[in-house]
């Protein structure tokens, strides 16, 4: 069956870093993209992060553009998102996805369970 | 960005009610649509796409409907396991927002 395992959450300071990591079985990871999805405390889900399949296209929410990096390794079946410069406002649970079908059809069908980050002095 | 505004924020209903959500968005998005069902501590999950394709495993009692900017999701005679905060998500283009949430109380 799919799974998705996140990891690599944790405490931090703001201005640190963090990479998490999205373990990927059951599927043929090379061939989906994926995505990153976060939910802060109290709030809602917001999409973070988008790779394409073969890591040839990557696109970012505005306000973690330039300060976190999606990247993949397909022989490894593994998505990873690099945070750095670190705020209070990224202190949430953060999730990976599979991002499936084209056109009206795509939709974020399979999740994992996130890893939960916090950024605190 | 597309903004996505649900109603209501939350509800409570009963087992075997039926109650709608519904999911404005700033402009036409055709069928682009999603709901998510999402309780703490767990990993969201999809229950419809396309505005109104049920994704395998889910319930018939969950539909969704609507095209354009106004979008509604059903479900009938509520399970007290369908307490949970509902999302909507445009899936037109990135940023892909979601909707604020509804919380469902059973």
């Known amino acids: 069956q799919v799974q998705l395992v996140e990891s690599g959450g944790g405490v931090v300071q703001p201005g640190g870093s963090l990479r998490l990591s999205c373990a990927a079985s059951?599927?043929?990871?090379?061939?989906?993209?994926m995505h990153w999805v976060r939910q802060a405390p109290g709030k809602g889900l917001e999409w973070v992060a988008f790779?394409?399949?073969?890591?040839?296209?990557?696109f970012y929410v505005d306000s973690v553009k330039g300060r976190f990096a999606i990247s993949r390794d397909n022989s490894r079946d593994t998505l990873y998102l690099q945070m750095n410069s670190l705020r209070v406002e990224d202190t949430a649970v953060y999730y990976c996805?599979?991002?499936?079908?084209?056109?009206?059809?795509?939709?974020?069908?399979?999740w994992g369970q996130g890893t939960l980050v916090t950024i605190s002095s | 960005d597309i903004q996505m505004t649900q109603s209501p924020s939350s509800l409570s209903a009963s087992v075997g009610d039926r109650v709608s959500i519904a999911c404005r968005t700033s402009?036409?998005?055709?069928?682009?649509l999603n709901w998510y069902q999402h309780k703490l501590g767990t990993a969201p999950k999809l229950l419809i796409y396309?505005?109104?394709t049920l994704q395998s495993g889910v319930p018939s009692r969950f539909t969704g409907s609507g095209s354009g900017t106004e979008f509604t999701l059903t479900i009938s005679s509520l399970q007290p396991e369908d307490a949970a905060i509902y999302y909507c998500?445009?899936?037109?283009?990135?940023?892909?927002?979601f909707g604020q949430g509804t919380k469902l109380e059973i």
């Open positions: 402009q036409p998005i055709s069928t682009y």
């Open positions: 790779i394409r399949y073969d890591g040839s296209y990557k």
């Open positions: 996805a599979t991002g499936t079908g084209s056109g009206i059809y795509y939709r974020f069908d399979q």
């Open positions: 396309a505005a109104s």
């Open positions: 998500q445009e899936s037109f283009n990135t940023p892909y927002i």
């Open positions: 059951g599927f043929t990871f090379s061939t989906y993209g």
